[in-house]
């Protein structure tokens, strides 16, 4: 696949993604209990202010009677032209506020996915080692636990060990050095597990090839063996995983973030549903859903990188 | 959502005699479950009737589990919670299955422009966290049951297909399929046949991970309060309300976290043995 057919590919999903997000949002505001029209003019002129003037000139201004379809349109052109309004709570411009979020969700998920590579990483190329020795049944048992753990209670008990009984932590908040500590390792230990599967499989297919055995014959150390010729080529084979995992990670990043208050799109997306503050949840779904085909996007950029030979059959997304 | 990566050929390791019993422990945990989720609410009183006087009441024999902060029977909640996430989520992986399946094989069979609209619907798909959609959708309206179903269905169909798609597709072009349409076997004897028996067992090991997808979405809703509203009682839910008294009443929260586990880790344990 050349990089520009697969970019081509990707730029269509994410026109894909964007309008079924759009239009999943527009269901939700045709679906609103209460009268559109006078929840906005609440939202601009106070509760107290409300009346029926005030509603009609912002059903004719928004054009509120127009059929559904046009409406639509209407979403979606505004949508192109990235015109996303101001937030109904704070009144801020929803692009401010959804780039201060999507910062906070960054930083957390790169965080978090950095220290699952490590972990995940370290503990799939140690099993490998030994296949069926020790460290592979312990693994075993840590990938099927991880598994089995959602993102929420692993970070309750994170929460109840470190912060309510050894005090090490704060549980909450945004903000400061150790705020992201708890946050990114629930995250990332949720992560770890199937990035050590994976990385073990690899690393354990790599190591009986016969260019390992090759590179074994012409006398490197092993240490030298695992650099050049394992490292690599194990890559090729985790790298595409990653894109799967991004999945996860937003997904996780959704209930980590709201439950530790860390100030990122998942919590505002939340926050957004709860309290119907239409903007910023089309903006941050959108914003999520787009975060992932950009993930995809480098995965796939990283894996023709790695490993430049043309493919026939596609990479799994 | 993990289930296409869980697919991933993994090395046999355990030995056969060990995960037979693992496989037969899980399941007989299972049942205990359903048992107690389909039995529990006919036996046990309302899990609505609060009374106030029974506050944080310790368990005892006549409340196995205690009462909560309304006074209300823990083990009673607990049933209706078990059985409120087992049938919407067999709900859901039915729903899901059957319609990710069809649009599989149709996919595989007609292939041409059929096959490339199904496929960039399901690209668009794949690129959505299935957590998404179902919050998206459970803000349709609140705590309602079938915006749930619905959002998880949809969630999760686009798995069947892409893994029904592949692997009818290699089916359908086999020599196999080829002889029998020579001899105008029909395209029922070629489901029945060979279609059938080549997709079961992925097929089952999807609809025992989306079990778990499922259950462990509506009680992450539940746990950020999206999804189900109170006083339905719910796993995530029990276990985000029971967790200020956790320091006075643990078995409060933890029933609810053992429930949802042992869920969790039966229908993976069916699974890991499924591709042995």
Known sequence: MSLGRLLAGRALQAVGVAVVVSALCFLVVLRLPGDIAYRIAAGRYGYDLVDAQAADGIRAELGLDDPAWQRFGQWLSDLVRLDFGDSLVTHRPVLQEVGYYLAGTLQLAGAALLLAIVIGGAAGTLAAQRPGGVVDRVTDVWIATVRALPPFLLGLLLVLLLSVHLGLLPAVGHGGSTTIVLPAVTLAIGLSGLIARVTRDAVVEVRGSDYVRFARTKGLTERLVLARHVARNAATLVVPYLGVQAVVLVEGVVVVESLFSWQGLGHALVHAVFWRDIPVLQASALVLALLIVAVNTLVDVAVLWLDPRPRRSEVAA | ?276
């Open chain 2, 1 to 276: 959502m993990t289930a296409i990566l869980d697919l991933a050929p993994t090395t046999q390791r355990r030995g056969r005699r060990t995960a037979g019993l693992a496989r037969r422990l899980c399941a007989g945990v299972l049942v205990a479950l359903v048992l107690f989720a389909l039995v529990g609410p006919f036996v046990l009183g309302d899990p609505a009737a609060q009374s106030l006087d029974r506050f944080l009441e310790a368990p005892s024999l006549a409340e196995p589990l205690g009462r909560d902060d309304y006074g209300r029977s823990v083990v009673s909640r607990l049933a209706h919670a078990t059985r409120l996430s087992l049938v919407l989520a067999a709900l859901c992986v039915a729903t899901a299955l059957v319609i990710g399946t069809a649009s599989g094989v149709l996919a595989a069979w007609r292939g041409g422009w059929v096959d490339a609209v199904l496929r960039s619907v399901s690209e668009v798909f794949v690129a959505l966290p299935a957590l998404l959609i179902v919050l998206l959708v459970a803000a349709l309206s609140d705590g309602d049951l079938w915006t749930l179903y619905v959002g998880l269905a949809v969630a999760q169909w686009v798995e069947y297909f892409r893994v029904v798609r592949a692997r009818a597709a290699l089916v359908l072009g086999s020599p196999a399929v080829e002889v029998a349409g020579l001899l105008r076997l029909g395209p029922w004897h070629v489901v029945r046949r060979h279609l059938w028996p080549e997709l079961r067992p992925a097929l089952t090991t999807l609809a025992s991970l989306g079990m778990v997808t499922s259950i462990l979405a509506m009680s992450t809703l539940g746990f950020v309060k999206v999804g189900l509203e109170p006083p339905r009682a719910e796993l995530g839910l029990m276990i985000t309300e029971s967790f200020p008294y956790y320091d006075v009443a643990p078995w409060m929260s933890l029933a609810p976290v053992a429930v949802l586990f042992l869920l969790t880790v039966c229908f993976l344990g069916l699974r890991r043995t499924e591709d042995a």
